[in-house]
């Protein structure tokens, strides 16, 4: 049994407690309650509290190869597409799946070369920026703040 729409961490420890298989990181893709925590921001304190002990997928909100290696990156074993596909397919049959699949898989790897990750396994949150501001050089840091000159 996988559940989806998991937010919370403690949606999360109670799915393990139950005896789930996987949960589904999930805000059903922002369109049942606007303004609802993304699956992304969701998604960390979820993988502190449960990777290891239940499978974590991650869906909402993700577009391309980097989007998929972001959400692992930020801890998700599985990373589901939807809306992507749809499109694809709707706009040029199975060759639009075909090529996106092609293309989200580049994207992967340039997102990986990148980082300096060899395999999927060494993608981490190490490999994510962290936050701008104070870290940066102070030629940039106005940039940060939104205040380029």
């Known amino acids: 049994m996988v559940i989806k729409g998991i937010l919370d961490p403690e949606d999360a420890r109670d799915a393990v407690r ?8 999930s805000n059903h893709g922002g369109r049942q309650l606007d303004g ?3 699956s ?15 499978a974590i997928l991650a869906d ?19 990373v589901l597409l939807g809306r992507a596909f749809l499109y694809a397919l ?34 981490t949150q190490d490999s994510l ?3 701008l501001g104070k870290e940066l050089p102070a030629a940039l840091a106005p940039m940060a703040k939104g205040n380029a000159a």
């Open 36 to 38: 609802v925590l993304s």
């Open 60 to 78: 909402s909100g993700i577009r391309n190869g980097l989007d998929v290696v972001r959400m692992i990156a930020l801890g998700a074993d599985t």
């Open 90 to 123: 709707a706009t040029a049959g199975q060759a639009g799946v075909a090529n996106l699949l092609n293309l989200i898989e580049k994207e992967m790897k340039v997102a990986m070369t990148l980082t300096g990750a060899k395999s999927i396994n060494e993608i």
């Open 129 to 131: 920026v962290q936050g």
């Open 40 to 54: 992304a921001r969701a998604l960390p304190a979820i993988a502190d509290a449960v990777k290891g002990d239940i």
């Open 18 to 25: 139950f005896g789930a298989d996987g949960i589904v990181v």
